[in-house]
């Protein structure tokens, strides 16, 4: 007898009697995908430009990608924000970037509806959708979705992975990792990989194997029901860390430099077809420095650290292979629709020289050439968190100007690959329509034959943005549905309109001429004048790589497009245009708590982000742990805050209590007593104290007096004559009775370096007070409880 199902919210279709035979049931019924519901796999790069894969022209070997792009298809003419967070929001939403409140990455939020990175719930995600049509919905890899102010364990997790429609989620909420010691989540909590680096542990396999038991956990059940899977790669970027026998397979292959390469690759592109014939290649960018004037011992770094990022590549590929073979093994990939695109250009966050440490990038911390030159070997191990130089982000982003922030094209254009055998009969084709991020969730809906919902959980949906790119699988001159779209990127704005693109670059076409750097602020006067005549425009039908400036003789045209530019901006919540850059990241935002004096924190427990813990650059403050040292003495970490990028630890080695300061992996700095730790229960302290003040612009802190204490006693004193600016590291947080994730302190000690005596709690004191002397004078049970008594 078949089963009577309803729909929830119907009248129950049975009959409920005195007794079971008299009565007929009926259940509510189950969300079910249609029969033969394709599969759906979102590929996400980071990081990766418009020349990086094989199948787009580069000399990099990703022979996976282009498998997939021969079994389907390349558009040319694919679209992101240029910049992460904005660009996976429109992604997985199907609504551009300031709807969806990312403006910016969500630690530069601010407290404007486009901008205060909280994706609103009438956003409904393409898991929510999926999840209420009958697919299983799993979240790998890099996340950064999240208010970086409520990614800790006090939540709310209502925009964490599982309370936007996914089912299981492995991987980072932040914006980048470390890929040997990755901050991870599973789920709604913290994990830790099963293996070291010294195992053989990354990042990227890892999240390939984790994807491969999802699907396979469900499909052994249920081999019917469908998957969403979105699969976020923490590659490719930095830090850049491959195992070193990638990285050697391209020894010597980048000597000639980068105007080498994008000669090479443009050759390519137009032998491939992925850029028209008649394209000019865009000018060799001032900012990048001309390599054949270059000193022998620089451009073997350059060209190492192009090595290292192309091995990265290529391992990255050679794991999403294994991904692809495990669905063809079960039988899925025919029926899978697979979308494989980066959220923006590549990067230039390594600087004009490059950088064994991206963090100094975030603090404005100079480069020094003479560091980065002694780290060449170990590029792309777990010691650095580096990337490459100006140069190869240029390179990468051939044919087009620019970078990664920017919305030229070099920001903007991306590689963007659909596969799907059984739905797409056109194979190794490529697709010109122009399209953007937010194209992808109507597509998809489309080639399921899903309406979107006009309640999700109760709440009404705003309009889907994007336009459904269905129509061009299986015919190349299909009439392109998007027709305008907006961009704005740190006050870096365009506008392309059927065809033409409008483009106001800021601080202007490049740093070297105009005389100003990333971050530097346009103002309400600034902004008139830039719309007077600083605005720029190019006839893409003839002229890809945006070469030829035709402002003067399109001034009508021109004009026109920077009005549609406001008229788009009022639509989408894009204003007020805030072009700081770093500096955002400094402004104060909403806590889950109020900003306290004094913090406890316990052992046994999870890491605390950075955001979410207290602010400890250029402020005087105290730590105190309590903690017990057996017979015999102990040694580890009895307190950390940062990662290899940057922080401090306060530890125990040799027997000595020890404050280490790692200053953006720059200089580090140690403290040390003056006598040994004493067996027993004790309180160890230290206290930070500043000596002048902090030059931000210059990436300096505050330089500083620290102070070791034993049960409020001192035991050693010492100065660092320079602190971090503005971040402690980049990922890391607080942890307590060891140093979880890369080590703060890597020539002394290897992570996690937990303390091996017992660590019972941990005060930390930002309100400035000094100890006084009767805390210094009491036995360290008496010294603890005043302590935590001044909370």
């Not at 250009?345 to 480069?367: C, Y």
């Amino acid at each position: 007898m078949p089963l009577t199902e309803y729909e929830p919210g119907q009248a129950f279709p049975g009959v409920i009697g005195r007794t079971f035979d008299v009565s007929k049931p009926a259940w509510p019924a189950t969300p079910q995908a249609k029969p033969g519901a394709p599969n759906v796999l979102f590929i996400v790069l980071d990081d990766t430009g418009f020349g990086h894969l094989g199948c787009f022209g580069s000399p990099i070997k990703t022979p996976n990608l282009d498998a997939l792009a021969a079994d389907g298809l390349r558009f040319n003419n694919m679209h992101t924000t240029a910049l992460c967070s904005p660009s996976r929001s429109c992604m997985i939403t199907g609504r551009n970037h300031h709807s969806n409140a990312m403006a910016c990455i969500t630690e530069g939020s601010e407290g404007y509806p486009g901008a205060n990175g909280q994706i609103p719930m009438e956003n409904g995600f393409l898991s929510e959708i999926l999840l209420q049509n009958g697919y299983n919905t799993y979240a790998l890899g890099k996340w950064h979705l999240t208010p970086a102010e409520t990614a800790s364990a006090a939540g709310p997790y209502d925009r964490w992975p599982l309370g936007r429609g996914f089912e299981r989620y492995y991987g980072f909420l932040g914006g980048d990792t470390h890929q040997y010691y990755p901050e991870l989540v599973r789920d709604n909590s913290q994990t830790e990989p099963e293996t070291t680096p010294e195992e053989g542990y990354h990042l990227t396999p890892d999240l390939v194997a984790r994807a491969k038991a999802m699907i396979a956990d469900a499909k052994q059940v249920a081999p019917d029901k469908p998957f969403f899977m979105y699969f976020c790669t923490g590659a490719m970027h930095a830090p850049h860390h491959v195992p070193k026998e990638w990285a050697d397979k391209y020894k010597g292959k980048f000597d000639d430099g980068w105007d080498a390469y994008r000669e090479k690759t443009f050759a390519q592109q137009k032998k491939l077809g992925i850029v028209p014939k008649d394209t000019v290649l865009s000018r060799h960018d001032p900012d990048v420095q001309d390599w054949s004037k270059l000193p022998a011992d620089e451009r073997r770094l350059y060209a190492r650290m192009m090595e290292v990022f192309a091995g990265y590549l290529e391992h990255t590929d050679h794991h999403i292979g294994e991904l692809i073979a495990f669905l063809k093994e079960m039988g899925e990939y025919e029926n899978t629709l697979i979308m494989v695109i980066s959220d923006n250009g590549a990067s230039a966050e390594g600087g004009p020289t490059g950088s064994v440490n991206e963090g100094k990038f975030f603090n404005n911390v100079p480069e020094n050439l003479e560091q980065n030159l002694a780290a060449i070997d170990d590029l792309g191990g777990p010691k650095y968190f580096n990337h490459y130089a100006w140069g190869w982000t240029h390179a990468g982003n051939t044919p087009f100007r620019r970078w990664k922030r920017e919305t030229y094209r070099g920001g903007t254009a991306d590689p963007f690959i659909v596969t799907w055998p059984k739905g797409i009969k056109a194979k190794g084709e490529i697709r010109s329509q122009y399209a953007h991020a937010i194209d992808m969730v109507p597509t998809v809906l489309d080639c399921l034959g899903i309406t979107p919902p006009t309640s999700i959980r109760g709440v009404t949906q705003s309009p889907i943005q994007g336009f459904s790119l269905k129509s061009s699988f299986d015919d190349a001159k299909a009439p392109a549905m998007h027709i305008t779209q907006y961009f704005e990127m740190f006050g870096h704005r365009s506008l392309y309109h059927d065809g033409w693109r409008a483009v106001c670059p800021w601080p202007g076409q490049s740093f070297v001429e105009s005389g100003l750097g990333f971050g530097a602020p346009i103002t309400y006067d600034k902004l008139t004048e830039l719309d007077a005549k600083g605005w720029e425009i190019y006839d893409l039908t003839s002229d890809f790589a945006e070469t030829n400036d035709l402002a003067a003789k399109e001034r009508d045209r021109l004009i026109a497009m920077i009005g549609m530019w406001y008229v788009e901006a009022g639509k989408y919540d894009v204003l007020p245009i805030d072009s700081r850059g770093t500096l955002r990241f400094a402004d104060e935002r909403p806590q889950v708590a109020p900003r306290r004096k004094k913090y406890r924190y316990y052992p046994g427990t999870q890491v605390v982000p950075l955001l979410a813990a207290p602010t400890l650059v250029n402020v005087t403050h105290s730590i105190s742990v309590h903690a017990s040292v057996p017979k015999g003495g102990a040694e580890g970490a009895l307190f950390s805050m940062g990662g290899c990028d940057g922080g401090f630890v306060l530890y125990v080695k040799d027997g000595k209590l020890t404050y280490g300061y790692n200053y953006c992996a720059d200089a580090r700095y140690k403290v040390i007593a003056d006598s040994a730790v004493p067996e027993g229960d004790h309180v160890f302290s230290f206290e930070f104290k500043p000596t002048g003040k902090p030059d931000l612009a210059k990436g300096k802190g505050v330089p500083a007096t620290i102070t070791l204490y034993v049960d409020g006693k001192s035991v050693g004193k010492g100065d660092l004559p320079v602190t971090i600016p503005m971040s402690l590291g980049l990922a890391a947080g607080v942890c307590i009775g060891a140093d979880a994730g890369s080590p703060i302190m890597d020539d002394e000690y290897p992570s996690p370096f937990r303390f091996t005596g017992v660590v019972k709690k941990a005060l930390i004191d930002v309100s400035g007070d000094e100890m006084s002397d009767a805390d210094k004078k009491v036995t360290a049970e008496a010294y603890l409880k005043a302590a935590m008594a001044r909370q």
